[in-house]
């Protein structure tokens, strides 16, 4: 029932529109924010690019290094009405910097809001969506987060939301329809493209277009106006959430929300489950492992969100995972993994723990324990969509061991919170390895 649910929905996923040569695959980078907040400085910012290419996380995929909140001055530009650098931060002035890591063969990402002011209270880009992005192309920006700070009262909509999750700030919008479970929730049948949020969010995509040079939009309006109705068509990519948090319930709350818009994963447009957390808080690394595989399948960006120079080996590996980037980044198959062995269920706390997704290198298999002890988990290979009877050649994802030719399916011990990912390639003669699904520890 979920596949036909899917499939019935994969016409309300409408092609992206903004097709300027840019962004058909999820950003791999690094973002500010995380780590230092409004504390950002050029030498923190130059730090992060040179460590993303030292540590090998440049050759691994990441070149996008973004500054966040807090990087600009208080005030426009009198004559030009321009947004300026904060130079006691940014000496060299954000061009500066842009050069610098051009030269690094990084690219170079910066932050507005779709509002009077961002988040920290600094001129943002409401009403002035053309010059901000000529700035921006002048100064040889490769990437835009668009914030949905500072909204004016007469840019505010009546309605915002659909179905409230249990925390009551987060938003579903399920089933391609807008569900009013409650008064103050959005009529069913509204429609979001006739919303401010629409109209701001498109302001700053067609002011991108009118640009020679092409910039990534990164939509962070948290998952409300409707997005996922409309977020493929404005932008490449778009946060379907409220933030995150470096705590594992929240990584669950994403996890779970985000399940439900993975029929909205396209090229050249997607949702955005938000930067990682890997190497902040008290993460596990079963924890960190399972952030980041989930994260990788469900095809969102994946910004590295930590000071890098504190990373860990064990978290470098984790974000270096040639088998999850690989799954991200494929160009050739534009779906995301699904869950299977499943009911269509929203729960915060027990998200879908079966997910099952098809890249150039096999068929990717993510096995998701969120109980509080070890569990053992078990898959037939009948039961995963892309799979059938019969045997297959298994490829344990993390530690890159092979786990022979496969019949029937596979039986694991799974660490609490952890995530185990299986490569399955091709079909085996059974008469080569085992005849029955195998413990494996
Ligand atoms: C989604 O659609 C299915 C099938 O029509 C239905 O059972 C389910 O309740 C719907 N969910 C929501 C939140 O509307
Ligand atoms: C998983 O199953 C194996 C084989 O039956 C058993 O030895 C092991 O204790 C089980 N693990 C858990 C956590 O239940």
Same mark, same amino acid.
């Given at each position: 029932?979920?596949?036909?649910? !899917?499939?019935?929905?994969?016409?309300?996923?409408?092609?992206?529109?903004?097709?300027?040569?840019? =962004?058909?695959?999820?950003?791999?980078?690094?973002?500010?924010?995380?780590?230092?907040?409004?504390?950002?400085?050029?030498?923190?910012?130059?730090?992060? #690019?040179?460590?993303?290419?030292?540590?090998?996380?440049?050759?691994?995929?990441?070149?996008?290094?973004?500054?966040? *909140?807090?990087?600009?001055?208080?005030?426009?530009?009198?004559?030009?009405?321009?947004?300026?650098?904060? /130079?006691?931060?940014?000496?060299?002035?954000?061009?500066?910097?842009?050069?610098?890591?051009?030269?690094?063969?990084?690219?170079?990402?910066?932050?507005?809001?779709? =509002?009077?002011?961002?988040?920290?209270?600094?001129? $943002?880009?409401?009403?002035?969506?053309?010059? @901000?992005?000529?700035?921006?192309?002048?100064?040889?920006?490769?990437? /835009?987060?668009?914030?949905?700070?500072?909204?004016?009262?007469?840019?505010?909509?009546?309605?915002?939301?659909?179905?409230?999750?249990?925390?009551?700030?987060?938003?579903?919008?399920?089933?391609?329809?807008?569900?009013?479970?409650?008064?103050?929730?959005?009529?069913? @049948?509204?429609?979001?493209?006739?919303?401010?949020?629409?109209?701001?969010?498109?302001?700053?995509?067609?002011?991108?277009?009118?640009?020679?040079?092409?910039?990534?939009?990164?939509?962070?309006?948290?998952?409300?106006?409707?997005?996922?109705?409309?977020?493929?068509?404005?932008?490449?990519?778009?946060?379907? %959430?409220?933030?995150?948090?470096?705590?594992?319930?929240?990584?669950?709350?994403?996890?779970?929300?985000?399940?439900?818009?993975?029929?909205?994963?396209?090229?050249?447009?997607?949702?955005?489950?938000?930067?990682?957390?890997?190497?902040? =808080?008290?993460?596990?690394? $079963?924890?960190?492992?399972?952030?980041?595989?989930?994260? #990788? #399948?469900?095809?969102?960006?994946?910004?590295?969100? %930590?000071?890098?120079?504190?990373?860990?080996?064990?978290?470098?590996?984790?974000?270096?995972?040639?088998?999850?980037?690989? !799954?991200?980044?494929? *160009?050739?198959?534009? =779906?995301?993994?699904?869950? !299977?062995?499943?009911?269509? %269920?929203?729960?915060?706390?027990?998200?879908?723990? !079966?997910?099952?997704?098809?890249?150039?290198?096999?068929?990717?298999?993510?096995?998701?324990?969120?109980?509080?002890?070890?569990?053992?988990?078990?898959?037939?290979?009948?039961?995963?969509?892309?799979?059938?009877?019969?045997?297959?050649?298994?490829?344990?994802?993390?530690?890159?061991?092979?786990?022979?030719?496969?019949?029937?399916?596979?039986?694991?011990?799974?660490?609490?919170?952890? %995530?185990?990912?299986?490569?399955?390639?091709?079909?085996?003669?059974?008469?080569?390895?085992?005849?029955?699904?195998?413990?494996?520890?």
């Amino acid at each position: 029932m979920i596949r036909l649910l !899917f499939t019935l929905l994969i016409e309300a996923a409408s092609a992206m529109s903004l097709i300027n040569g840019v =962004g058909k695959l999820p950003t791999l980078g690094w973002n500010s924010w995380n780590a230092f907040e409004c504390s950002i400085t050029e030498s923190q910012v130059l730090s992060a #690019a040179q460590n993303l290419i030292d540590l090998g996380l440049k050759d691994a995929g990441y070149t996008y290094v973004n500054i966040d *909140d807090c990087w600009n001055d208080r005030s426009r530009d009198p004559t030009t009405h321009r947004l300026q650098p904060d /130079l006691g931060k940014f000496p060299d002035g954000i061009k500066g910097i842009a050069s610098r890591v051009h030269n690094m063969g990084l690219k170079m990402g910066i932050y507005s809001s779709a =509002g009077k002011t961002t988040c920290k209270k600094l001129p $943002a880009s409401l009403g002035y969506e053309l010059i @901000d992005a000529e700035t921006w192309a002048e100064w040889q920006i490769d990437y /835009l987060k668009l914030d949905d700070c500072g909204v004016p009262r007469e840019w505010k909509d009546d309605c915002l939301a659909c179905v409230p999750d249990s925390r009551k700030t987060h938003y579903v919008y399920m089933n391609g329809t807008c569900k009013n479970l409650a008064g103050n929730w959005c009529p069913s @049948d509204y429609d979001f493209r006739r919303s401010k949020t629409y109209q701001r969010y498109k302001a700053m995509r067609d002011a991108i277009l009118a640009q020679s040079r092409p910039m990534i939009y990164s939509i962070c309006n948290k998952g409300k106006g409707g997005i996922p109705g409309w977020g493929n068509e404005i932008g490449h990519s778009w946060r379907s %959430t409220e933030d995150i948090d470096p705590e594992w319930s929240r990584i669950l709350e994403i996890i779970n929300q985000n399940s439900f818009y993975m029929n909205h994963v396209n090229f050249y447009g997607r949702p955005d489950a938000d930067m990682l957390e890997i190497g902040n =808080g008290d993460l596990t690394l $079963a924890e960190s492992r399972s952030h980041f595989a989930f994260w #990788a #399948a469900m095809k969102s960006p994946l910004l590295i969100g %930590t000071d890098l120079s504190q990373l860990s080996q064990e978290h470098i590996r984790i974000l270096k995972n040639d088998v999850l980037l690989a !799954f991200n980044q494929d *160009d050739v198959y534009e =779906g995301p993994a699904m869950p !299977f062995k499943w009911d269509w %269920t929203f729960s915060p706390t027990n998200p879908a723990e !079966f997910w099952s997704g098809q890249f150039q290198r096999g068929i990717l298999i993510l096995l998701l324990n969120v109980e509080f002890a070890p569990r053992n988990m078990s898959v037939n290979w009948e039961e995963v969509p892309q799979l059938g009877d019969g045997s297959y050649w298994v490829t344990d994802g993390w530690t890159g061991e092979s786990l022979g030719c496969l019949s029937d399916g596979i039986a694991v011990e799974v660490e609490t919170h952890d %995530t185990r990912i299986l490569l399955v390639g091709n079909r085996c003669w059974s008469s080569e390895g085992r005849y029955r699904p195998m413990w494996w520890k």
